[in-house]
């Protein structure tokens, strides 16, 4: 992988210095590459691992570090597709972006963002449903649903403010969560060493399973606490030099997510058996707590707080940011395109879309949101990856990052290898989002009709 130049014309079509005019007026370039990796890593970060260490014990027992790293793997494939593509055409919307020049077709592109948009959206309500379970109740004994409610409201307001006090804010709370993550694996460590836990377990998987497909099932889940990467595709248009940027930070958060992910699944399953995992809201919580090593149960759970707050900021943003891509693009109604004069955020989409979670925390349960997300990102990677291909012949008059060819092909592969392996239950869940987005999409197009006739 790495840079290649695509030359076309000298000049600037009109179309180019409008969309460049465009993005100067619109939005605010408050991102450095800093400040990318560290927005990427704290999405992914916060996006899983302190909420479903326990469901995925479930699929593989102790071996909690195997379909971790199946699923970074499986992961790098398709954030090569975006290294290239956002490189390539760095305008907000993602893959909706990249679908409509790739196929051409409004509802193929609007299938694509939507499925995107319902993902962020779905997974904001797991976290804010992982934020109101048992590391919440640490300090307050509250039902979870409203709770929920009230920690999305919380979000959208910080979202609403900008997007330089929402990365800086993520900053200090990427800090924190990878300090409680870090916390976990010394303090099971420290257990080790005073002869107690059982290292045995990172090797054992549940009676009856064979290893392999206990490994590609805990990839499924394993998979959401790798989705985020793609969320920083839908705020390029607010990064600095994203063309140099992008793959490095890209990249970067990934491999050391992937890293960390292994370090405490080792420590969780050294630390308590997967049975006792399972059954607890905030398994990480469980660990330290096991370990004996006197962290105050208060503390942790603190830091785990953060961390999951710190996955529904980001995701928000995304969500957000793509309902306004969307809507400059026509494939969703206008008001949606609107901007604070001063804070020159996406009033309207931060508001939409906080409604939409909410509403969800009222439906779902965290592990059918978890797995209604990959679902739907997993028809969006392969819509991304194939775009890839199909705009090859697109030349482009800058340098951009470009991937290896088969690198696409197998994150078709591997995209379709999971689809195989979802319930029934969940398809039905992302079937029911889906038709809603189809009749989203006929009113979006009944009204743009209207206003031109």
């Not at 491999?255 to 420590?267: D, E, N």
Request: glycine share 8%; aromatic share 8%; charged share 15%.
């Amino acid at each position: 992988m790495g840079y290649v130049a695509e030359r076309q014309e000298a000049f600037m079509t009109s179309e180019t210095i409008t969309d460049a005019r465009d993005a100067e007026d619109r939005l605010k370039r408050g991102i450095t590459g800093p400040l990318l990796f560290l927005f990427i890593l704290g999405d992914v970060l916060g996006a899983g691992v302190y909420a479903l260490m326990g469901v995925l014990s479930n699929d593989v027992g102790g071996a909690l570090w195997a379909p971790m790293l199946v699923a970074l793997l499986l992961a790098l494939l398709t954030a090569g597709s975006y290294a290239e593509l956002v490189t390539k055409y760095p305008k907000a919307g993602g893959a909706a972006v990249f679908a409509d020049r790739a196929f051409k077709r409004p509802l193929v592109s609007f299938l694509v963002g939507f499925c995107m948009l319902a993902a962020g959206v779905t997974s904001a309500a797991g976290l804010a449903l992982a934020f109101a379970g048992d590391y919440l109740a640490t300090f307050i004994d509250v039902p979870a649903v409203p709770a929920a409610v009230v920690f999305l409201a919380l979000v959208a307001a910080l979202n609403a403010r900008g997007i330089s006090e929402s990365v800086k804010s993520n900053v200090v709370m990427t800090v924190i969560e990878l300090s409680g993550l870090l916390i976990v694996v010394v303090v099971v460590s420290m257990m080790v060493g005073g002869g107690r836990g059982d290292v045995g377990r990172i090797g054992e998987f549940p009676d009856g399973t064979t290893p392999a497909l206990a490994i590609l099932s805990g990839a499924i889940v394993a998979y959401y606490s790798f989705v985020g990467f793609e969320t920083s595709a839908n705020v390029v248009e607010e990064i600095r030099n994203p063309r140099k940027v992008y793959p490095r930070a890209l990249f970067g958060a990934l491999i050391t997510a992937g890293v960390v992910y292994a370090l405490v699944g080792i420590a969780s399953a050294t630390a308590l058996s997967p049975d006792e995992l399972s059954e607890s809201s905030g398994p990480l919580l469980a660990v330290v707590a096991a370990s004996g090593v006197g962290v105050p149960a208060w503390v942790f759970s603190a830091i785990a707080l953060v961390a999951v707050a710190n996955g529904a900021l980001l995701t928000m943003i995304m969500a957000s940011r793509l309902s306004y891509g969307m809507a400059e693009q026509g494939l969703l109604p206008a008001a949606l395109g609107r901007v604070l004069p001063q804070r020159r955020t996406p009033w309207v989409a931060i508001v939409a879309t906080t409604l939409a979670a909410m509403l969800l925390t009222l439906v779902g349960d965290l592990s059918t949101l978890a797995e209604t997300v990959v679902l739907l990102l997993l028809f969006v990677f392969i819509s991304t990856n194939v775009a890839v291909l199909v705009l090859r012949r697109d030349t482009v008059s800058h340098d951009h990052f470009r991937v290896w060819t088969v690198v696409p092909v197998l994150g078709v592969a591997s995209c379709v290898l999971l689809l195989t392996q979802q319930s029934a239950k969940v398809w039905l869940f992302a079937a029911i989002l889906v038709a809603v987005g189809a009749v989203l999409y006929l009113v979006s197009r009944v009204a743009t009709r209207r206003t031109a006739s």
